[in-house]
């Protein structure tokens, strides 16, 4: 028997991933895939939560409107730090993040 | 010699997307009042999906070539699409592929293409962030599901929070904001979830400001892409 407790859980461990790759990769590229890996582990949270809320029978659909800002603002988000990954490769020559040192001091 | 990513992605995928389709919308026979929930749902098919979900999560932060990563994570996204089908979310699951596993890896694979980012040959990973990362991920994981295993809103299943779709509902839809559109109330009396439909109606009653405002952000962002994207005049400048 599924339960929304199993799709919690998944959303969860896919945040953990998506925070461990975030912490342990120097990639920037693999950063910011980690990155819409944590915020669609919401979005499964959300989805999972809307599904079980009932409202007049049928699933609450403020969290699906909550859900498709999200993607919104992801997608937008994703072509501006890209844009920025690209600047940075321009003037550094690599997309590491051991060489943005610059507010090291 | 190892399968290339991208075949390996498309054999798995594709044949995913097939079988949930097929076992989620199997013909019922018309005497029964259809029920778009999925009472039927084999158990077996919610794990396979998050276990493809989770692999394809775990391939994206292991692999040492960032053009595997990208790909593990458009499959990583086609089966948490599928997972979202299965909550009866058709209508996210359907952008969830149109936007992450189309436009947003296709951004992903230009920009790694454009830079020419090689695999980290040769290089040490950093140990002691490898550590810190699974230590925090384990402790992560520990806390939900302590928390969730704590909880009885948890325990919900779609067997004992089913959808009801009657004309009561219409009724009610009716009642909570505006005038029900016939198109909605149609599908509903029919036993069908107007799944777009109703998250349009949510959309444009309640958060028609906020549509905009993300339109604006949109305008915003590329605008933005254009001037961060555009080289400096000066010769030798920092751009």
Not at chain 1, 36 to 64: C, I, K, W
Not at chain 2, 10 to 28: A, E, M, N, S
Not at chain 2, 78 to 90: E, I, N, Q, R, T
Not at chain 2, 210 to 221: A, D, E, N, P, S
Request: net charge positive.
């Amino acid at each position: 028997m599924i339960t929304l407790g199993h799709y919690l859980v998944v959303s969860g461990m896919l945040f953990a991933l998506g925070l461990a790759g975030v912490i342990a990769r120097r990639n920037i590229l693999i950063i910011y895939m980690c990155l819409e890996m944590m915020l669609s582990a919401a979005n499964l949270a959300l989805v999972g939560f809307s599904r079980f809320h009932l409202v007049n029978g049928l699933p609450d659909y403020t969290a699906q409107s909550l859900v498709f800002f999200t993607i919104t603002v992801a997608a937008a988000e994703v072509a501006v730090g890209l844009a920025i990954i690209v600047a940075l490769f321009r003037s550094k020559q690599s997309v590491e993040t051991e060489v943005i040192t610059k507010l090291q001091g | 010699m190892r399968l290339p990513p991208l075949a390996l992605a498309r054999i798995i995928g594709l044949p995913v997307c097939f079988l949930t389709w097929g076992v989620l919308h199997q013909p019922r026979p018309s005497f029964i009042i259809r029920i778009p929930t999925f009472p039927r749902m084999p158990p077996l098919l919610f794990y396979l999906l998050a276990a493809i979900t989770l692999g394809f999560g775990l391939m994206v932060i292991t692999a040492r070539n960032p053009v595997t990563s990208a790909l593990s994570l458009a499959s990583c996204f086609v089966g948490l699409a599928a997972l979202f089908v299965s909550l009866d979310a058709y209508f996210i699951g359907t952008i969830q592929i149109l936007v992450y596993a189309g436009a947003v890896m296709v951004l992903f694979l230009f920009i790694i293409m454009l830079l020419d980012i090689k695999a980290e040959e040769g290089k040490q990973p950093n140990l002691a962030a490898i550590v810190s990362g699974v230590v925090v991920a384990v402790l992560l994981v520990t806390q939900i599901m302590t928390v969730v295993g704590h909880t009885k809103l948890a325990e919900q299943t779609p067997q004992n929070t089913p959808l009801v779709l009657n004309k009561e509902t219409t009724f009610e839809i009716a009642k909570f904001g505006g005038p029900a559109l016939p198109t909605i109330t149609k599908d509903i009396e029919a036993g069908t979830l107007p799944d777009a439909k109703l998250i349009g109606f949510t959309l444009f009653n309640q958060y028609g400001f906020h549509i905009q405002v993300v339109g604006l952000l949109l305008l915003v962002g590329t605008v933005g892409v254009v001037v961060l994207s555009k080289r400096e005049k000066t010769p030798g400048g920092a751009a």
